[in-house]
């Protein structure tokens, strides 16, 4: 990314202590405006707890994240979420209870702070725009898996996010859903929201990513295009061994 470009998202020095575990040790990121950072590694990496120090649910034990420039660390996740940054979940939990529609209601009231009325318009275009309007009023917990994966898109765009960070979206979903998904994702982009993607489908998250960065036992060990990542001696090591690297 060129220096014309402006650092929407930053973190310096972020760490994450559970006891004696380092789960984050001094991580460095940049997310530009309107790229597609991707995020790997082994389960266990640290990927999930970057996430959640971003979007509040854990507080760094040491360092800062900044959300276009200010200091979010340590805010309360519904602050993060009002001031346009969303996360999907790895595991889907909709109101199961609740409508397809009226889950992406909640997002649009609650997290993107608009009337009724207007959180209403928003949702029936969001649920069109990710292909759900014929779910709309199917309580969410009787729709298939992909169609959750959809849902937990919209709730995030329902916030007005500038920034969504997916925690494998893509997971259970066969071939021709990932494609389906990775245009979305691309559609969604066009809409001039920023992502963040943490996912193991290899295939995907190497079509879709502007730039990559790669953890291992809570350490960032490589960054670049991936194409970079791919040809890297650490990258191969971590995920294959040293045979292979």
């Known amino acids: 990314m060129g220096p014309e470009q402006n650092i929407i998202l930053e973190g310096r020095g972020v760490s994450r202590y559970f006891g004696a575990l380092a789960a984050l040790?001094?991580?460095?990121?940049?997310?530009?405006?309107?790229?597609?950072?991707?995020?790997?590694?082994?389960?266990?990496?640290g990927k999930t707890t970057l996430f959640n120090v971003i979007v509040g649910v854990c507080r760094p034990s040491?360092?800062?994240?900044?959300?276009?420039?200010?200091?979010?660390?340590?805010?309360s996740?519904?602050?993060i979420c009002q001031m346009g940054i969303a996360k999907t979940s790895q595991i889907v939990q909709p109101?199961?209870?609740?409508?397809?529609a009226e889950n992406v209601l909640v997002g649009a009231m609650y997290?993107?702070?608009?009337?009724?009325?207007?959180?209403?318009?928003k949702t029936r275009e969001i649920l069109a725009f990710v292909n759900l309007d014929k779910v709309m009023n199917t309580p969410s917990g009787k729709i298939s898996i992909p169609e959750r994966r959809r849902l937990e898109l919209a709730r995030a765009?329902?916030?007005?996010?500038?920034?969504?960070?997916?925690?494998?979206?893509m997971a259970g979903l066969n071939p021709n859903e990932i494609e389906e998904a990775l245009d979305l994702l691309r559609a969604i982009?066009?809409?001039?929201v920023t992502l963040m993607v943490?996912?193991?489908?290899?295939?995907?998250?190497?079509?879709?990513?502007?730039?990559?960065?790669?953890?291992?036992?809570?350490?960032?060990?490589?960054?670049?295009t991936p194409r970079e990542v791919a040809e890297n001696p650490s990258v191969i090591r971590a995920y294959l061994g040293d045979k292979y690297a």
Request: glycine share 16%; proline share 3%.
């Open 198 to 224: 943490v996912e193991h489908i290899m295939r995907a998250v190497m079509g879709i990513s502007d730039r990559m960065i790669v953890f291992n036992y809570g350490e960032k060990i490589a960054e670049g």
């Open 25 to 45: 040790s001094g991580i460095d990121f940049s997310l530009y405006e309107g790229e597609i950072l991707g995020l790997i590694g082994p389960n266990g990496s």
């Open 189 to 192: 982009r066009e809409r001039g």
């Open 111 to 121: 997290g993107g702070g608009l009337p009724q009325k207007e959180a209403w318009e």
């Open 62 to 75: 040491e360092g800062k994240v900044f959300f276009e420039g200010r200091d979010i660390s340590g805010m």
């Open 77 to 79: 996740p519904h602050r």
């Open 95 to 100: 109101f199961t209870r609740m409508t397809v």
């Open 157 to 169: 765009l329902a916030t007005s996010a500038k920034v969504i960070l997916l925690d494998e979206n």
